[in-house]
Structure formats: C-alpha cells, structure tokens
C-alpha cells in the first residue's frame, strides 16, 4: 500500500513567486491535514480536511496561504504570493477517521529566497 | 542521558546507553499523546503512543511515561543504538471525531557510536 506522498520534495522560489505544494494521502483516508516546520521550532498544524470540506482552517498563516481538496482526493497547498518567512518544511498527513494515528509524508522543503 | 525537550533541544548519548526525552505538553484536556520520531529527509514516524487512563506504556526498547498532574511526558530508549539517531516530538491530541495533533518543539538525539 502506497504511503503518502508529497510533490515537490524540495521547491526554491524567490520572494513574490508562487507556489503550489501537493499531497495525495493514503487510499480511503478521509482526514487530511496540512504541518508545517520552520527551521529550529515545533511542528505548526495549519488546517485539517475532512473529505473535500476543510474542518479546522486555524492554522493558516494569513490568506497568501489556500489550500484545497478537490472530490476528497489529493489536496494542494498554495501560497501566492510567497514571502522570505514561509521558508520551512510543509508536510501532509492523512488518517481514517476516528482512529488516532497520522501517516506522515516525506514534506515539501520550501525555501523562498 | 536526559533532556528537558523544550530548554535542551540536543541530546548527546553513547551507544548502548538509555536515552530520556522530555516534554511538556499544554493542554490539560488532552487524552492521548505520542511521539514521533523524524529522521533526516523523511516525514515523522510513530513510534508509540499512550492514553489518558495510563500512566506507562511500553514497546520493543521504548517506554512512554505521562504523569498527567504535572502534564509531562517521557520517551525512553533503552539499549540507545546510532539508528535511533533522529529528532522526537511529543505530541497531544483529543480522541473522538477528527483529531488536531499538537506537536512539541522537539529534541534531536545524537548517538554516539
């Protein structure tokens, strides 16, 4: 069974740029959520879908930020426009729902120049 | 060796010692903690977790204590060996429906071969 994955793996942009981050979750997982972990600190929840529809967004930074979960499926990170403090490792991870554990992916290290 | 999670991000152990990690959780109202442990390039990993209504809980070479009283956690490795080499977070959640899992700031184990 596959795990889940995250596309890029590493994505270098300059300040002003976009970028869009994707996580396809593991197979039947309802629950999808969005980390993130800059450099030195915790790992920051950012929001939480369940299926298609985004259940906790509190963790999003600001609006430069938008994600989405398009049938329930994949979901995709956006920031626009992205900013030197949003350098950091963004990382997926999905669950079934009702039980306790989170499969993590590999994150997308994010560097904004 | 012994870290205090929070105020010693840097645990160095020799091989073959007993390794404690420390954390200190924040929420009073949390009922089920876990630790994940993250190496180099990879997503975080479960190692074990523990409910509420336990106060120890014990794996292959690992032992998660809660002392709720003082909200505090532990994660011992006995027998530390260089493949345990890796940055371990606490984390805290509420079970029941969806779950938004808070992470500590985490503490890097370094092992001394």
């Known amino acids: 069974e596959a795990g889940v994955t995250q596309f890029p793996s590493h994505s270098v942009i300059e300040k002003g740029q976009t970028v869009t981050l994707r996580c396809d979750p593991i197979?039947?997982?309802?629950?999808l959520y969005w980390y993130r972990r800059v450099m030195g600190k915790e790992i920051k929840f950012l929001l939480h879908?369940?299926?298609?529809?985004?259940?906790?967004e509190s963790g999003m930074p600001n609006n430069r930020f938008l994600a989405e979960r398009t049938g329930g499926t994949y979901s995709t990170l956006k920031v626009q426009p992205a900013e030197l403090e949003d350098s950091g490792v963004y990382f997926c991870?999905?669950?079934?729902?009702?039980?306790?554990?989170?499969?993590f992916g590999s994150g997308t290290q994010l560097s904004v120049l | 060796g012994e870290s205090v999670g929070l105020h010693l991000p840097t645990l160095s152990v020799q091989e073959g010692d007993n390794s404690i990690i420390n954390c200190a959780y924040s929420?009073?109202?949390?009922?089920?903690f876990i630790w994940y442990k993250q190496e180099s390039g990879k997503g975080p990993q479960f190692i074990i977790d523990?409910?509420?209504?336990?106060d120890k809980r014990q794996g292959q070479r690992v032992t998660v204590l809660l002392n709720k009283t003082v909200k505090h956690l532990s994660l011992q490795i006995a027998a530390t060996q260089p493949g345990d080499s890796a940055v371990y977070f606490c984390?805290?959640?509420?079970?029941?429906?969806?779950?938004?899992?808070?992470f500590g700031t985490g503490t890097k184990l370094q092992v001394i071969p």
């Open positions: 991870a999905s669950s079934q729902v009702g039980t306790g554990g989170l499969f």
């Open positions: 197979s039947g997982h309802d629950n």
């Open positions: 879908f369940v299926k298609e529809s985004k259940q906790d």
């Open positions: 929420n009073s109202a949390s009922d089920y």
């Open positions: 523990i409910r509420s209504n336990m």
């Open positions: 984390a805290e959640t509420l079970t029941g429906g969806y779950q938004k899992v808070t």
